[in-house]
T-cell receptor, first 116, second 112 residues
Framework: DSGVTQTPKHLITATGQRVTLRCSPRSGDLSVYWYQQSLDQGLQFLIQYYNGEERAKGNILERFSAQQFPDLHSELNLSSLELGDSALYFC???????????????FGPGTRLLVL | GQQVMQIPQYQHVQEGEDFTTYCNSSTTLSNIQWYKQRPGGHPVFLIQLVKSGEVKKQKRLTFQFGEAKKNSSLHITATQTTDVGTYFCAGRGGSTLGRLYFGRGTQLTVWP
């Protein structure tokens, strides 16, 4: 158990819908990262937040958005869903005690999204 | 942009055989990390290499970081069925605070 929690574990929805994935980082961790893992694309970095502010953006679609709240939990919003958005979505956290700190990332169990 | 290439994508070995996966970066890395993801699980941190030419061992696993800090390898000696999973390398560039660039991973299958 990494200490990172994600809800829900599974999500089945239809094309065109909108869903929200939730992540609670490890206690004390300030950074949250979102990743998408699909069979043909591997582990794709989407976005990173640090203490409520966006720090880095990866291959995140405009239909997707995220935020980190004052209590440090984060939400990933996926809208106008397409079949190709079906994937495992992981959240990871790290302490980020100082800029440039070479810290490991602790991954949550993931949310499996199926778009029908 | 920053890229981390990892090969092979798949590897099937007989139990007891050795296994190696390789990572190469297009640019110099400040450090590289290795993660293991068991089937149905999430990536779990294994180790971090920081210094040029660094070699670290964890029981049957040997991790190396190249002299130029652009490549890395993970070698498993005498594989066991418990080694099954996907091994990812993840490199951090010098100017990218926090972000890791993951390789595609090597999926290891071990036949008993």
């Amino acid at each position: 158990d990494s200490g990172v929690t994600q809800t829900p574990k599974h999500l089945i929805t239809a094309t065109g819908q909108r869903v929200t994935l939730r992540c609670s980082p490890r206690s004390g961790d300030l950074s949250v990262y979102w990743y998408q893992q699909s069979l043909d694309q591997g582990l794709q970095f989407l976005i990173q937040y640090y203490n409520g502010e966006e720090r880095a953006k990866g291959n995140i679609l405009e239909r997707f958005s995220a935020q980190q709240f004052p209590d440090l939990h984060s939400e990933l919003n996926l809208s106008s869903l397409e079949l190709g958005d079906s994937a495992l979505y992981f959240c990871a956290s790290s302490p980020r005690t100082s800029p440039g700190a070479q810290e490991t990332q602790y991954f949550g169990p993931g949310t499996r999204l199926l778009v029908l | 942009g920053q890229q981390v290439m990892q090969i092979p994508q798949y590897q099937h070995v007989q139990e007891g055989e050795d296994f190696t996966t390789y990572c190469n970066s297009s640019t110099t890395l400040s450090n590289i990390q290795w993660y293991k993801q068991r089937p149905g699980g999430h990536p779990v941190f294994l180790i971090q290499l920081v210094k040029s030419g660094e070699v670290k061992k964890q029981k049957r696993l040997t991790f190396q970081f190249g002299e130029a800090k652009k490549n890395s390898s993970l070698h498993i000696t005498a594989t066991q069925t418990t080694d099954v999973g996907t091994y990812f390398c993840a490199g951090r560039g010098g100017s990218t605070l926090g972000r890791l660039y993951f390789g595609r991973g090597t999926q290891l299958t071990v036949w008993p």
